[in-house]
């Protein structure tokens, strides 16, 4: 059973720096991307950033300059360093991945999400 685990969420002053990190475990994987994803109080779920098995990524206007998203395929392992974070930043934060996992003697493709971990920015 594949599972993501999400660590790294807090509180933090303004102007402070928090790193995400999600693992995706359970059997032989393989990346193809993963991402972040945030979802503040009474606002619908948005994409943050996210990035391909080979390094391409994208991120949300919003944190483009603050925020770097990177992966580690060895370890089917996200990372999103967030620095400058801002009172908007407040969400819960979460981790998605899109790969391919073995079941038997075949693969299948599927779409996972973490359980989210709370960020807070506030003084």
């Known amino acids: 059973q594949v599972q993501l685990v999400e660590s790294g969420g807090g509180l933090v002053q303004p102007g402070g720096s928090l790193r995400l990190s999600c693992a995706a475990s359970g059997g032989s994987l393989s990346i193809i991307a993963m991402g972040w994803y945030r979802q503040a109080p009474g606002k619908q779920r948005e994409l943050v950033a996210d990035?391909?098995?080979?390094?391409?990524?994208k991120y949300a206007d919003s944190v483009k300059g603050r925020f770097t998203i990177s992966v580690d395929n060895a370890k089917n392992t996200v990372y999103l360093q967030m620095n400058s974070l801002k009172p908007e930043d407040t969400a819960i934060y979460y981790c998605?991945?899109?790969?391919?996992?073995?079941?038997?003697?075949?693969?299948?493709?599927?779409?996972?999400w973490g359980q989210g971990t709370q960020v807070t920015v506030s003084s």
């Open positions: 990035i391909t098995r080979g390094g391409s990524s």
């Open positions: 998605n991945a899109d790969l391919y996992y073995s079941r038997g003697s075949y693969y299948r493709r599927d779409d996972f």
